[in-house]
C-alpha cells in the first residue's frame, strides 16, 4: 500500500506573462496553479505515493480549477475545504540573464487566511498518514492561519507522523523577526528541516561563513555548521539544505547538503539552465520525503531530492512533472540529456 502524505498550505493562482516578456510589455497571462505545499503533494503523486493536499478553496469555479490542477496528478483533494471569497493569485515575470525574475502577490484575503480552526479536523485527516509537511509560507499568511498550523503539528505528533518543515521565508509576507518567533514555536514539532542558502540566517539568524549568496559564492563547510546549529536547537532529526551558486537568471549550480544528526552528505552538483525555477525548492523537498520513505540510506537520499529538483528547473509551471525512474536515471550519473527512443 502507498504511504500517505498530507500536506498543507495555500495554492495560487499563477498568472504569468509568456515567454520573457516583462509585465508592462504582456497583452495577455498564462494561468496554471501552484503554491509551496500544492507542489510537493504534486511530486509526490507522480511518485507513486499517495498524497494528500489540504487547504481552503472559494467553492465557485476558479476554486473549482485549482481543485481539477490537483486532481490531474492524482493528488488526494479529499480534505480540501470549501469556502471563502478568493482564490489567491501571484504574478511571475520570468528573469532572463542579469534581469531576476519578480513575484508580484495579490494574496490578502484569500479563503486560506480566512480559515478557522474549526475546518480541519486533523484527527481524522491524519488517519492512516506516515508524513505531515509544512512551509513557512503557511504560518507567514496570518496569525489565524499559523495557529491551525500549529494544531495540525500537535495532531501529527500526537499520532506518530513524522514532519517536515521547509522554512521557505517570504520578505514580502512577514519580518525575519515575526518569521523567528513564529517558527521556533513550529519547529519544536518538526523531525526533518528544509532550507537553502539564506532562510536559516532570515529566520533564525544563523550564518554560513564565508558565504556571498549574492555573488554565487557557497561554503559547504559554512554550511555544516548551520545545518549542526539548526539541529541543536531544535532536535531535528535531519537537516537538508539547497545549494543554489547563482550564475545568472538563467543558469545555476545546484547541490545540496543532508545532516543526519552526526555526519553530512553533499550531493554532486549540477550546472543547469533553467526553464523555469518556481517550485525548484519544493521540488527538493518532494524528493526528500519520496526517497526517507522509500528506506534510501542518507547519501542516496540527498541524490535523488536533487536530481528531483535538478529535472524541475527544466518543466514549466509549479509542478514536478517527473516520475521515480527518470529522477533515479539522473541520480544515477544520466546527465547527458540525450534523446531517449
Same mark, same amino acid.
Given at each position: 500500500?502507498?504511504?500517505?502524505?498530507?500536506?498543507?498550505?495555500?495554492?495560487m493562482?499563477?498568472?504569468?506573462?509568456?515567454?520573457?516578456?516583462r509585465?508592462?510589455?504582456? %497583452?495577455?497571462?498564462?494561468a496554471?496553479?501552484?503554491?509551496?505545499?500544492?507542489?510537493?503533494?504534486?511530486?509526490?503523486?507522480?511518485?507513486g505515493?499517495?498524497?494528500?493536499?489540504?487547504?481552503? *478553496?472559494?467553492?465557485?469555479e /476558479?476554486?473549482?480549477?485549482?481543485?481539477n490542477? *490537483?486532481?490531474?496528478?492524482?493528488? %488526494?483533494?479529499?480534505?480540501i475545504?470549501?469556502?471563502g471569497?478568493?482564490?489567491?493569485?501571484?504574478y511571475?515575470?520570468?528573469?532572463?540573464?542579469?534581469?531576476?525574475?519578480?513575484?508580484i502577490?495579490?494574496?490578502?484575503?484569500?479563503?486560506?487566511?480566512?480559515?478557522?480552526?474549526?475546518?480541519?479536523?486533523?484527527?481524522?485527516?491524519?488517519?492512516?498518514?506516515?508524513?505531515?509537511?509544512?512551509?513557512?509560507?503557511?504560518?507567514?499568511?496570518?496569525?489565524?492561519?499559523?495557529?491551525i #498550523?500549529?494544531?495540525?503539528?500537535?495532531?501529527?505528533?500526537?499520532?506518530?507522523?513524522?514532519?517536515?518543515?521547509?522554512l521557505?521565508?517570504?520578505?514580502?509576507?512577514?519580518?525575519?523577526?515575526?518569521?523567528?518567533?513564529v517558527?521556533?514555536?513550529?519547529?519544536?514539532?518538526?523531525?526533518? #528541516?528544509?532550507?537553502?542558502?539564506? %532562510?536559516?540566517?532570515?529566520?533564525?539568524?544563523i550564518?554560513?561563513?564565508?558565504?556571498?549568496?549574492?555573488?554565487?559564492?557557497?561554503?559547504?563547510?559554512?554550511?555544516?555548521?548551520?545545518?549542526?546549529?539548526?539541529?541543536?536547537?531544535?532536535?531535528?532529526?535531519?537537516?537538508? /539544505?539547497?545549494?543554489r551558486?547563482?550564475?545568472?537568471?538563467?543558469?545555476?549550480?545546484?547541490?545540496?547538503? *543532508?545532516?543526519d544528526?552526526?555526519?553530512?552528505?553533499?550531493?554532486?552538483?549540477?550546472?543547469?539552465?533553467?526553464?523555469?525555477r518556481?517550485g525548484?525548492?519544493?521540488?527538493?523537498?518532494?524528493?526528500?520525503?519520496?526517497?526517507? *520513505?522509500?528506506?534510501?540510506?542518507?547519501?542516496?537520499?540527498?541524490?535523488?531530492?536533487?536530481?528531483?529538483? #535538478?529535472?524541475?528547473?527544466?518543466?514549466?509551471?509549479?509542478y514536478?512533472?517527473?516520475?521515480?525512474d527518470?529522477?533515479?536515471?539522473?541520480?544515477?550519473?544520466?546527465?547527458?540529456?540525450?534523446?531517449?527512443?
Open positions: 500500500m502507498a504511504k500517505k502524505i498530507i500536506t498543507f498550505g495555500e495554492i493562482l499563477r498568472l504569468a506573462p509568456e515567454g520573457y516578456y509585465f508592462v510589455q504582456a %497583452d495577455k497571462l498564462g496554471t496553479f501552484g503554491g509551496g505545499e500544492a507542489n510537493v503533494a504534486v511530486s509526490l503523486a507522480n511518485f505515493f499517495d498524497a494528500a493536499f489540504v487547504t481552503k *478553496l472559494p467553492g465557485h /476558479i476554486g473549482q480549477a485549482a481543485v490542477s *490537483l486532481r490531474r496528478f492524482g493528488v %488526494d483533494t479529499s480534505y475545504v470549501r469556502g471569497d478568493r482564490v489567491g493569485i501571484y511571475l515575470e520570468k528573469g532572463a540573464s542579469q534581469r531576476p525574475s519578480k513575484v502577490y495579490d494574496r490578502a484575503g484569500s479563503a486560506i487566511s480566512a480559515a478557522v480552526p474549526d475546518d480541519f479536523d486533523w484527527k481524522t485527516i491524519f488517519d492512516g498518514a506516515q508524513w505531515f509537511h509544512f512551509t513557512g509560507i503557511t504560518p507567514a499568511l496570518n496569525d489565524g492561519v499559523a495557529a #498550523c500549529l494544531e495540525a503539528c500537535k495532531a501529527a505528533k500526537e499520532a506518530g507522523i513524522k514532519i517536515s518543515c521547509d521557505n521565508y517570504r520578505n514580502k509576507l512577514w519580518s525575519k523577526e515575526k518569521a523567528g518567533q517558527m521556533g514555536e513550529l519547529c519544536k514539532y518538526v523531525d526533518v #528541516c528544509i532550507a537553502n542558502e539564506e %532562510d536559516a540566517a532570515d529566520v533564525f539568524g550564518h554560513a561563513a564565508n558565504t556571498d549568496v549574492k555573488a554565487g559564492e557557497v561554503n559547504r563547510e559554512g554550511y555544516k555548521d548551520v545545518a549542526k546549529q539548526l539541529a541543536d536547537r531544535f532536535g531535528f532529526e535531519k537537516v537538508a /539544505i539547497t545549494l551558486e547563482s550564475v545568472s537568471a538563467n543558469d545555476n549550480n545546484w547541490s545540496g547538503m *543532508l545532516y544528526g552526526t555526519d553530512y552528505f553533499f550531493s554532486k552538483k549540477y550546472m543547469i539552465h533553467i526553464v523555469d518556481v525548484g525548492g519544493d521540488s527538493f523537498g518532494g524528493g526528500l520525503i519520496a526517497a526517507i *520513505l522509500s528506506g534510501y540510506d542518507a547519501q542516496e537520499t540527498i541524490e535523488f531530492a536533487v536530481a528531483a529538483s #535538478c529535472l524541475k528547473h527544466s518543466v514549466e509551471g509549479d514536478n512533472m517527473v516520475s521515480m527518470e529522477v533515479k536515471k539522473l541520480a544515477g550519473g544520466d546527465a547527458s540529456g540525450r534523446v531517449q527512443r
